[in-house]
């Protein structure tokens, strides 16, 4: 019988795909390397600032196109690559680059607030503020804003007949009452704002109605089927603001009011005298002992909400007076001295005895 020789398979056309095929992803991450890496040189030898605008809530895409279009990057891809290896965080600011900065040094010098050109500043406007606060925070800090043409702007009401066309919260036929400390106050809105060192007083003010504008716009659905005019609900939401800042408890005084409003009680809010005082308030001792007080804001002498805003109410409140807390509650009392808790009661009696149990003063309370 004749034997056979079997041929043995050859593996060397196998051996030579997978060493071409080595090579040639070798090669391609070796270009993708180089590419990347010489992406992420100076787009040129210029050392002349180039200034960039980064306005505050701006993307990634959107600053990476700027970089490109005013020659500062090579790469717009390669860049975007970078910044999210290395977790880049952008801050509003205007920004003087030059052409010779690689990426990794435009990156770390526009990640550092500090180093933004001071054409603008940065202010905070901490809620519950009074509108007359705001001027006087404005003008220290803005040298362009005068505190007066402020406060005048706000009170003017051929001034906040032009901005109702485009503010629709804004109802002129209630702002129009001469008894407004401040006309405007409650509409504008406490936030931190990057303002111009060039900003006018009509610019910063659109800016905080704009803000105002915005939670308006998230909630307006609700803020319709409230049942309360627009001003009648920041009303209620600045008494709320002033009553207390800890949002968790904003729901519940919310809902004693309303349970006050709805069977013809008055709101007997010491904050309301706070203002009624106005250039006359010092301390929360002052409220207390000045409820007859003859002013619409004091809700000692006047029935219901008072007349206007009473300060610039945050987001918190504003939700609060939308959403009172359905129970029986009439009065509450702020434990100012100790752990800063409010305590709820349904009678009188038991607002007391809230009071001498804990020992507190009656600072915010009904």
Same mark, same amino acid.
């Given at each position: 019988?004749?034997?056979?020789?079997?041929?043995?398979?050859?593996?060397?056309?196998?051996?030579?795909?997978?060493?071409?095929?080595?090579?040639?992803?070798?090669?391609?991450?070796?270009?993708?390397?180089?590419?990347?890496?010489?992406?992420?040189?100076?787009?040129?030898?210029?050392?002349?600032?180039?200034?960039?605008?980064?306005?505050?809530?701006?993307?990634?895409? %959107?600053? $990476?196109? @700027?970089?490109?279009?005013?020659?500062?990057?090579?790469?717009?891809?390669?860049?975007?690559?970078?910044?999210?290896?290395?977790?880049?965080?952008?801050?509003?600011?205007?920004?003087?680059?030059?052409?010779?900065?690689?990426?990794? @040094?435009? !990156?770390?010098?526009?990640? &550092?607030?500090?180093?933004?050109?001071?054409?603008?500043? %940065? &202010?905070?406007?901490?809620?519950?503020?009074?509108?007359? /606060?705001?001027?006087?925070?404005?003008?220290?800090?803005?040298?362009?804003?005068?505190?007066?043409? $402020?406060?005048?702007?706000?009170?003017? *009401?051929?001034?906040?007949?032009?901005?109702?066309?485009?503010?629709?919260?804004?109802?002129?036929? =209630?702002?129009? *009452?001469?008894?407004?400390?401040?006309?405007?106050?409650?509409?504008?809105?406490?936030?931190?704002?990057?303002?111009?060192?060039?900003?006018?007083?009509?610019? &910063?003010?659109?800016?905080?109605?704009?803000?105002?504008?915005?939670?308006?716009?998230?909630?307006?659905?609700?803020?319709?089927?409230?049942?309360?005019?627009? @001003?009648?609900?920041?009303?209620?939401?600045? &008494?709320?603001? !002033?009553?207390?800042?800890?949002?968790?408890?904003?729901?519940?005084?919310?809902?004693?009011?309303?349970? =006050?409003?709805?069977?013809?009680? +008055? $709101?007997?809010?010491?904050?309301?005298?706070?203002?009624?005082?106005?250039?006359? !308030? *010092?301390?929360?001792?002052?409220?207390?002992? *000045?409820?007859?007080? /003859?002013? +619409?804001?004091?809700?000692?002498?006047?029935?219901?909400?008072?007349?206007?805003?009473?300060?610039?109410?945050?987001?918190?409140?504003?939700?609060?007076?939308?959403?009172?807390?359905?129970?029986?509650?009439? !009065?509450?009392?702020?434990?100012?001295?100790?752990?800063?808790?409010?305590?709820?009661?349904?009678?009188?009696?038991?607002?007391?005895?809230?009071?001498? =149990?804990?020992?507190? @003063?009656?600072?915010?309370?009904?």
């Amino acid at each position: 019988m004749t034997k056979r020789r079997v041929r043995k398979k050859s593996h060397k056309g196998l051996w030579i795909t997978l060493i071409v095929l080595v090579l040639v992803l070798a090669g391609l991450a070796g270009g993708t390397y180089f590419w990347y890496t010489s992406s992420l040189k100076p787009a040129g030898d210029s050392d002349q600032a180039i200034g960039i605008e980064i306005n505050q809530g701006e993307d990634l895409n %959107t600053l $990476l196109q @700027q970089l490109k279009e005013k020659g500062l990057i090579k790469s717009e891809e390669a860049a975007k690559i970078y910044a999210r290896l290395n977790h880049f965080e952008m801050y509003a600011g205007t920004f003087e680059l030059t052409p010779s900065m690689s990426v990794p @040094q435009i !990156f770390e010098y526009i990640s &550092v607030p500090a180093n933004a050109v001071s054409d603008y500043v %940065t &202010v905070m406007i901490p809620e519950g503020t009074w509108a007359k /606060d705001i001027a006087q925070k404005l003008a220290d800090e803005v040298p362009n804003l005068n505190k007066d043409e $402020l406060m005048r702007l706000w009170n003017d *009401n051929a001034y906040i007949e032009q901005l109702a066309q485009s503010y629709p919260f804004l109802d002129p036929s =209630r702002l129009e *009452n001469d008894q407004y400390f401040v006309k405007l106050e409650g509409y504008l809105f406490p936030d931190t704002y990057y303002i111009g060192l060039d900003a006018t007083e009509d610019q &910063v003010t659109r800016m905080m109605l704009d803000r105002f504008n915005e939670i308006y716009a998230a909630h307006q659905a609700e803020i319709d089927g409230c049942g309360r005019s627009i @001003q009648d609900l920041i009303t209620l939401a600045s &008494v709320i603001q !002033f009553e207390s800042g800890d949002p968790s408890e904003m729901n519940d005084i919310s809902g004693v009011f309303v349970n =006050r409003l709805n069977q013809g009680m +008055p $709101l007997e809010s010491s904050v309301t005298v706070c203002y009624a005082l106005y250039d006359d !308030f *010092n301390s929360g001792e002052d409220c207390e002992t *000045n409820t007859q007080i /003859d002013s +619409p804001y004091n809700t000692y002498q006047h029935a219901g909400l008072p007349i206007g805003p009473i300060l610039n109410p945050g987001e918190d409140a504003i939700l609060a007076a939308l959403r009172p807390t359905g129970h029986d509650y009439l !009065f509450f009392v702020s434990d100012v001295y100790g752990d800063g808790k409010t305590y709820f009661a349904r009678t009188y009696d038991e607002h007391l005895a809230n009071i001498d =149990r804990f020992n507190l @003063q009656i600072s915010d309370s009904q």
